[in-house]
């Protein structure tokens, strides 16, 4: 029986991978996004051609690369080269610059535009740019926010919460996974906290199909290094298959 967990990012990158099976493996548990910050184009490309068989697809944070000017076009440039997935995000509380960003990051061809749900008022101007809303705030019910992102036309729900303690984690991600099988929306969720790190796994366990990663130094608090979250999933990939054999054995 086939999982279809993430059938929702195949359209996206079919315009690169038309075929079945060209593309970059999907796994039954999370695809790993491998976010990147840093100075220097050169050093970034160089890691993500480097681990490039721990991770899915990438994730540009335009708003932590802080190189010279033309540094995240050149790294974008490279992705679409050589045909590397990625995800576009600028995290900004003014419309006007992310806009531009965001308009710009159009001509390298992502796969999806990562747009916080306060900066929802720009959408109109990204056409007909695939774009995956995201809440980043204090702690709310997350299946009311699932459900307001799911009707702003997102093909995934991502939530990320700084939350003050493990009990509250727990108590929403069993919130979010009573959400997802009811409604079977795609979600990327996740606490955005120092220590946080092996709940973030746990998510991607149970919940996520996403699972972001570092690929060098830290995007969000918490994150797991793509070595770990590929290891995760080679732990969860393998106890997916004795799971499955065992019932088909009974």
């Known amino acids: 029986m086939k999982n279809n ?6 359209p996206l990158i079919a315009r690169k991978y038309p075929v079945p099976g060209e593309g970059p493996e999907i796994s039954s548990v999370s695809l790993i996004v491998a976010s990147v910050r840093g100075r220097s184009a050169g050093r970034i490309t160089e890691l993500i051609e480097k681990e490039r068989r721990f991770y899915d697809i990438v994730e540009i944070r335009d708003d932590l690369i802080n190189g010279p000017g033309g540094t995240v076009s050149t790294i974008m440039k490279k992705l679409q080269a050589e045909e590397i997935p990625f995800i576009f995000t600028h995290r900004d509380n003014n419309a006007d610059r992310a806009k531009l960003s965001y308009l710009e990051a159009t001509g390298f061809d992502p796969v999806a535009l990562d747009l916080d749900v306060s900066l929802a008022g720009i ?3 990204l056409k007909d740019q695939d774009v995956i809303f995201s809440y980043h705030g204090e702690r709310r019910s997350p299946s009311e926010v699932m459900e307001e992102i799911r009707k702003m ?9 700084p939350y003050r303690n493990r ?7 069993s919130e979010v996974a009573d959400y997802k099988r009811r409604t079977g929306y795609p979600i990327a969720f996740m606490p955005m906290q120092e220590g946080f790190m092996g709940d973030r796994l746990l998510s991607a366990f149970y919940v996520s199909d996403l699972l972001y990663a570092s690929l060098g130094k830290q995007t969000a608090r918490g994150q797991p290094t793509v070595r770990e979250a590929a290891a995760l999933r080679k732990l969860a990939s393998e106890y997916g298959k004795h799971g499955y054999q065992s019932l088909n054995d009974e």
């Open 167 to 173: 009990i509250s984690f727990l108590e929403d991600l």
């Open 123 to 125: 959408r109109k101007d």
């Open 5 to 10: 967990r993430l059938s929702w990012i195949l």
């Open 153 to 161: 036309g997102s093909p995934l729900g991502k939530m990320a919460v």
